[in-house]
Structures are given as C-alpha cells and as structure tokens.
C-alpha cells in the first residue's frame, strides 16, 4: 500500500451561491447561484496558494446547481468522487464547495456514507461572487485551514470561521453570513487566521455510525432506484390526509417532524401508525431548532436518536437503501 503523503488537497465544485453572480454589482438577494467555475473561483483567491501550505491543489466540478435542487444522482456522484480521492493516499483532505440551502443534508449524506477518516469540509457562502463583499474567498480558505489540520476528521461543515459536525450543522438563517449553528451541541471548533482551534469533539454516535462496506457503498452509487421517503409536520390543525395519501401512493418512509418532545396531533399520530402498521417505515423527530425528542416507555413511534427531520430522512433512504442492497446482494 502506498505510503500517504498528505501531499494533495482536492477541491469539487458542486454551485451554489459561492459561484452565484447577480448582474447589479451588490445585489445580494437576487442573484443565480452557481455560475462560475470551481477553477475560477478559486483562481480568483490571491492568498489560497500561500494557504495550501505546499500542498498541490487539484479541483473538479462535479456540478454546478443551486443546493434547493439538489439530486440523488448528484449526491451519488459527490459520494463516488469522495470514495475515489480520499482511497488516493496522496490526499490529506477534501473541500467541497456546496450551496447552504441543503448543505445540511449533504454532509450527513457522505458523513454517513463515507465514515472518512481523513476531513470532508463542505463550505459555502451567503453572498454571490459578485457581491460587494463576497463571503466565499474566506471561506474557502478557512475551509483549507480545516482540512489541513491534523485534528480535522470526517465530514464537518465551515462557515464565517465556524466548524460544524456533520450531524449538528443546521441552517438557521436565511440572510446573516454566519447563517450555520450546532444547535444545543455547539460548534466542533473556529478558524482563525488559518489556524483551527478546536472547542469540541465530533459526538462518539457519529465515530459508531456503522460504516459501510465498498460493495454497499459502489450499490448506493448506482443504484437508479432510490426508496422515497417524505417529511409530515405536526401543526395546529394537522390531519392524517396528507399520510394516507402517501401511503396509498406507495411512499416507503416517513419522518415526521413534531412538534415539542415528539408529539403528534392525534389524527395525524393514528395515521402514522396505520401507515407502520402497513409496513412503511416512520419516524419521529422534532421540528424544534434545538434539543432531541426523548424516548419514554410507551411510545408508538420511534424516535430519530437526535436527527433533525431532514437528516432522520437522509438516515432513512440509506437504511432502506441498505435492506435492498442486502436484499439484492
Ligand atoms: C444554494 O443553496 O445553492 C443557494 C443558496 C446559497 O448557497 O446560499
């Protein structure tokens, strides 16, 4: 086996407000995500080569989307390419840039996919390229500081110099440039002037996630056919329609996001357990910004072991995803 050299850092390019341009110079709302090049972008960094530490930079665009259109096949690919660079021992870390819309989601995607050893940093930006002052350039540097680091590991997220775990980033505003939070866990670390210093540990459920085997991983990548599972939130008023109409449409998982501690509007909650009791998969998490819903003796509804809605959605295509893959293998 090759010896590791730690002598590369890979950046892929996937869109997103980072290489948004807007027409009217400072326009900071209405501007189209992911227009330039990961390559330019980059190119147009002055102080990135200083920031590589000597480390040879190679870029790839995988895509180039804005995150709210973000695809299965795009998530198989970004997994695919992660595979194939970070098996490359010559490699020391990854930075994806990525839109903040759904990069959440993403990272607890290839987190729970790749289990790396080695750092995944998704980064971003809540300006376009073309803004007045772009946040983007700082971010990805910081995001090289990160994945430079020898206390960097696994997939973690960083933005206005906030490193955030995989399972806890979340985002929380849709305008502010520190747009991300941990929620009630706190942020993994900050970098600061190209030096992280690290304020938490990445949480030992992640370290234990059960990593998947290559074959498995090579059959999430290909598969065409991915299990569809929907998010149901409980609100004042809600119903059990929305849940019987997908069950009757074939849906195979469902995650509902609850209000409080797990609790469900009584017509939406016996829908639900119709819906389990016909063997679609279900799940309770809470809709609340921080904390976890906590089990107790009783409970009809399994909870989502800390997952917000999107990520107990994410954990739930791949568990379904996975009993196909043993199913077919
Ligand atoms: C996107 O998620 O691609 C657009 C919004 C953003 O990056 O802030």
Known sequence: MALADNSKIVILGTGGTVAGTSTKVGDNIGYSAAQVGVAQLLGAIEALPAALRGRELLTEQVDQVDSKDMSFGLWQRLAARCAHWLADASVQGIVITHGTDTLEETAWF???????????????????????????????????????????????????????????????????????????????????????????????????????????????????????VEIVMNYAGASGTTVDLLVRDGVQGLVAACTGNGSLHQDLEAALIRAQAAGVKVVRATRCAQGRVLPKPGDLIGDSNGLSPVKARVAMILALLGAQTARTA
């Open 110 to 228: 290839l987190q729970s996919v790749l289990q790396p050893g080695k750092p995944v940093v998704l980064t971003c930006a809540m300006r376009p390229a073309t803004a007045l002052a772009p946040d983007g350039p700082q971010n990805i540097l910081d995001a090289v500081a990160v994945a430079l680091d020898p206390g960097a590991q696994g997939v973690v997220a960083v933005c206005a110099g906030v490193v955030h775990s995989a399972r806890d980033v979340r985002k929380d505003h849709p305008y502010r440039l520190d747009a991300f939070g941990s929620g009630d866990s706190g942020p993994l670390g900050f970098v600061e002037e190209n030096s992280v210093r690290w304020v938490n540990h990445v949480r030992k459920d992640d370290l234990s996630l059960e990593k998947w085997p290559q074959p498995a991983i090579e059959n999430i990548v290909k598969s065409g056919s991915w299990p569809r």
